[in-house]
């Protein structure tokens, strides 16, 4: 699997470092539930079409209440 490159992420820097810190543990955290997420759709049935759904749903934003 070819390594993928992550821009920088650019957070402020009055911001406290613990602030800083959970902030990039919450962005790795969701980026490995959407891999993982990916990976489990993709061993299901690759033909589905649910990797589609899935980004969709995800791209959406959250459901309006």
Not at 34 to 40: E, H, K, P, V
């Amino acid at each position: 699997m070819a390594k993928q490159t992550v821009p920088p992420l650019p957070l402020p820097k009055n911001w406290p470092r613990r602030v800083r810190s959970a902030a990039v543990h919450a962005i790795a955290l969701a980026r490995l539930a959407m891999a993982t997420a990916r990976g489990q759709a993709n061993s299901a049935d690759p033909g589905s079409g649910r990797i589609a759904h899935l980004t969709e749903e995800i791209c959406s934003g959250p459901p309006n209440v």
